[in-house]
Nanobody, 123 residues
């Protein structure tokens, strides 16, 4: 089992950057593939990015590809999401999640979730 806690959200102007972090508890973090999802008010939660347990396989939603970078540190038990060139449509609550499935993009494939951190991008 793994417990997850996101941080790093905030208010930023369009074109700016933010770096989200997800701290994981437990000794098994390095056995889980990890993902980031987001949810805007009134919308369904959507996939943003995923990274394999070893960090060598990454995939992104088309809407963030080239602007966001997912990474992990298996020594510090942390997952990160570097977000550049932010747009107002990136606004939402961002969640980290853990799965046993490599490259998982579906919410149902993830077993553990954090509580989320809010990102607001102003125009």
């Amino acid at each position: 089992q793994v417990q997850l806690a996101e941080s790093g959200g905030g208010l930023v102007q369009a074109g700016g950057s933010l770096r989200l972090s997800c701290a994981a508890s437990g000794r098994t973090f390095n056995t889980y593939n990890m993902g980031w999802f987001r949810q805007a008010p009134g919308n369904e939660r959507e996939f943003v990015a995923a990274i394999s347990a070893g960090g060598n396989i990454k995939n992104y939603a088309r809407s963030v590809n080239g602007r966001f970078t997912i990474s992990r540190d298996n020594v510090k038990n942390t997952l990160s999401l570097q977000m550049n060139s932010l747009k107002p449509e990136d606004t939402g609550a961002y969640y980290c999640a853990a799965t046993t499935v490599i490259g998982a993009r579906q919410i149902s494939q993830y077993n553990y979730w954090g509580q989320g951190t809010q990102v607001t991008v102003s125009s």
